[in-house]
């Protein structure tokens, strides 16, 4: 469906391609758009190569059941999920907040997970935990139980949702089938969710992690998503929607 609101001139913007021998074509700014998230992720990877520079105070490189690593490794899929829903409703709603929104946090997030995977390569870690997600945040003293669940290596989704405010399968079929007011409603449930989630876990890392980058890079996400989640609970009001509750 084209785009209606003629107000919006930001480069994000997803315009469809002409018709040609009956396909549809991606339009310039489509190719551009694709160029600048491709260039986030390498330029995010590049920057966490180049953090060896940040590590020289740090006298230990954390170990694969640190919270640094596996902070790194659960936030990269907890950002991915953030990332998927994002472009969805960058690409289907017509709403410009909502567009603006979604490029937002896909394009921040694509930068911090190339952060991450750049300092997993620096300290020999694989880049995704395979023996479970969680075990790396023990925070059963405030009554929430994230420890380890283990799953098959080539079926994550079940093991995904120990982390908090992920959405469902179900969730994203529901996404990537609504339309109009409906998308832009379900976009702001879902990702507020997500992101009060990603608060849960940064929050924890900016505390336990041992190296002081990963601390100030964990507190400084927590910021940011606050900031997120304060506008998308306004923008959930003003369409008289309520948000999720945790899961």
């Not at 966490?48 to 694969?64: E, K, M, V």
């Not at 990332?83 to 907040?97: C, G």
Request: aromatic share 6%; no cysteine.
């Amino acid at each position: 469906m084209a785009d209606t609101d003629e107000s919006s001139t930001k480069p994000q913007e997803i315009v469809l391609g002409e018709e040609s021998n009956g396909r549809s074509r991606p339009s310039q700014r489509t190719i551009t758009l694709a160029l600048a998230l491709v260039a986030a992720i390498l330029l995010g990877i590049a920057i966490g190569f180049l953090g060896r520079l940040w590590f020289q105070d740090d006298a230990t490189t954390p170990g694969a059941d640190s919270v640094d690593v596996g902070f790194s490794q659960d936030m990269t899929v907890h950002h991915n999920q953030a990332i998927e829903m994002s472009t969805i409703a960058l690409t289907k709603s017509t709403n410009t907040e909502v567009r603006n929104l979604a490029y937002d946090i896909l394009t921040t997030q694509q930068n911090q997970v190339g952060y991450m995977q750049g300092w997993l390569a620096l300290w020999g870690q694989a880049p995704f935990a395979d023996d479970g997600y969680m075990k790396w945040m023990d925070d059963s003293s405030s009554g929430h139980e994230h420890g380890g669940m283990s799953m098959d290596s080539h079926d994550m989704s079940d093991g995904m949702m120990a982390m908090p405010g992920m959405a469902t399968s179900a969730d994203l079929t529901n996404l990537r089938k609504a339309e109009g007011p409906e998308l832009d409603v379900l976009f702001l449930q879902l990702m507020l969710r997500h992101h009060q989630g990603g608060k849960e876990m940064g929050e924890y890392g900016a505390e336990h992690a041992e190296l002081g980058v990963v601390k100030n890079f964990a507190n400084s996400m927590v910021k940011t998503q606050d900031s997120e989640s304060a506008l998308m609970t306004e923008m959930l009001a003003q369409r008289n929607a309520q948000p999720l509750p945790m899961n």
